[in-house]
């Protein structure tokens, strides 16, 4: 039975969430409609986060070849550096040097990230299972 009535309330506040997201007529008391807002700002932070993390990683995995290709090479083989849309001849061990810098700085801000989306999916849940509760809760009417 208590599955039951815990999926019943899942079902009402996926319901509820899903008017307030269309923007449609539903009557919620005031600190309702802040949760709901508050679910929808974690959810786009949310997002947010997750993407500029996936772009770091992608950079940080080309950054990692880079450097595992440049480590390959010898003093004498010629190297060149994209700047802008142009090659330029550099360095080996100034063009290591950077890359190295680079990479430590992107998995720096990767492991940051990581962080900050693991800290909002917690925020996201806390918020979901009071709105569920507040939804739940007999004092609480909805228009259909």
Request: glycine letters at 4%; aromatic letters at 2%; charged letters at 30%.
């Given at each position: 039975?208590?599955n039951?009535?815990?999926s019943?309330?899942?079902?009402r506040?996926s ?22 807002v508050?679910?929808?700002q974690?959810q786009?932070t ?8 996936q772009?770091?990683?992608l ?6 070849k880079a ?7 010898t ?7 994209s700047v802008?849309?142009i090659?330029v ?9 950077e890359?190295k ?11 940051v990230l990581g962080k900050q989306?693991?800290?909002?999916k917690?925020?996201?849940k ?5 709105l569920q509760?507040?939804l739940q809760g007999?004092k ?5």
């Amino acid at each position: 039975m208590l599955n039951n009535s815990a999926s019943l309330g899942y079902a009402r506040f996926s319901r509820i969430l899903k008017a307030f997201v269309l923007g449609e007529e539903v009557q919620l008391p005031p600190q309702v409609q802040e949760q709901l807002v508050r679910l929808q700002q974690l959810q786009q932070t949310l997002q947010s986060v997750a993407g500029q993390k996936q772009q770091l990683e992608l950079e940080l995995s080309e950054t990692d070849k880079a450097l595992t290709e440049l480590e390959k090479s010898t003093e004498e083989t010629p190297v060149y550096k994209s700047v802008g849309s142009i090659l330029v001849k550099s360095n080996r061990q100034s063009l290591l040097t950077e890359l190295k810098e680079r990479k430590e700085l992107l998995t720096t801000r990767v492991t940051v990230l990581g962080k900050q989306e693991d800290r909002t999916k917690e925020r996201l849940k806390e918020v979901q299972e009071k709105l569920q509760e507040r939804l739940q809760g007999p004092k609480t009417s909805t228009q259909q």
